[in-house]
């Protein structure tokens, strides 16, 4: 079945330590794109990829890093510059600009705690 | 810039009868508007969406939701709550404008009690 899938799903990091998410789909999409959720604040867009070795910043980039060497995967690192970096994220994947009407497809999620 | 507001951070509703979440949006030119359902600690769950025509989309699991453009609103609907309708969930607008990115109002928390 198509889809994507987030690694791992719980992950805990002690502080000043780079951590890394793992995101692969096999949807065929162009477009991925990773988001942050914290209680009571809905989703917040951490960085996004139109295209293969493209990728743009988003509301909250600062102590993040991705990168997009492949279609199919965006994985995102989270540095120790992030001051707060307990949340729960979010990979998703869209047709891309081509497919106008397409909606959001989200993997699992990984749950980040730093100790 | 797109937006989208949810109103209400909870809405409670007694199983079997109809339920309402509501959402606003903000958007210049047409709007490409989205629901999404988040179980605890699971990826959002598309449910349905508006791009063009009729102003009632029907989704899944019985979902609907009505666009209205007088009010700039896309509240989501279902007729009879079940229980297991309680989650999270998400209005979404994309903007075409700006590489294409999607914006997220801040959730509504439905309990659907028995």
């Known amino acids: 079945d198509g889809g994507i899938t987030q690694s791992p799903k719980y992950l805990f990091r002690k502080e000043g330590q780079n951590v890394t998410l793992s995101c692969e789909q096999n949807l065929n999409h162009d477009a991925m794109y990773w988001y942050r959720q914290d209680p009571g604040q809905g989703l917040r867009l951490i960085y996004y990829?139109?295209?293969?070795?493209?990728?743009q910043k988003g509301d909250i980039a600062e102590g993040y890093s991705v990168s997009r060497e492949k279609k199919e995967s965006f994985p995102l690192t989270v540095t120790s510059a992030q001051k707060n970096p307990t949340a729960f994220y979010l990979c998703?994947?869209?047709?891309?600009?081509?497919?106008?009407?397409?909606?959001?497809?989200f993997g699992e999620g990984s749950r980040l705690t730093v100790l | 810039a797109q937006s989208v507001a949810q109103p209400e951070d909870q809405v409670n509703v007694a199983e079997g009868n109809p339920l309402t979440v509501k959402c606003t949006y903000s958007?210049?030119?047409?709007?490409?508007l989205f629901w999404y359902v988040q179980y605890p600690n699971r990826g959002l769950q598309f449910l349905l969406k508006y791009i063009t025509g009729d102003n009632l989309v029907k989704g899944s699991y019985g979902f609907e939701a009505e666009f209205n453009k007088s009010q700039t609103s896309f509240h989501l609907k279902k007729p009879s709550a079940l229980v297991s309708d309680s989650a999270l969930y998400f209005c979404?607008?994309?903007?075409?404008?700006?590489?294409?990115?999607?914006?997220f109002g801040s959730g509504t928390k439905l309990n659907v009690k028995p």
């Open positions: 990829s139109q295209i293969v070795n493209d990728f």
């Open positions: 958007v210049s030119g047409n709007p490409y």
């Open positions: 998703a994947s869209s047709i891309g600009l081509a497919g106008v009407s397409g909606e959001l497809f």
């Open positions: 979404a607008v994309r903007d075409l404008e700006n590489f294409n990115k999607f914006y």
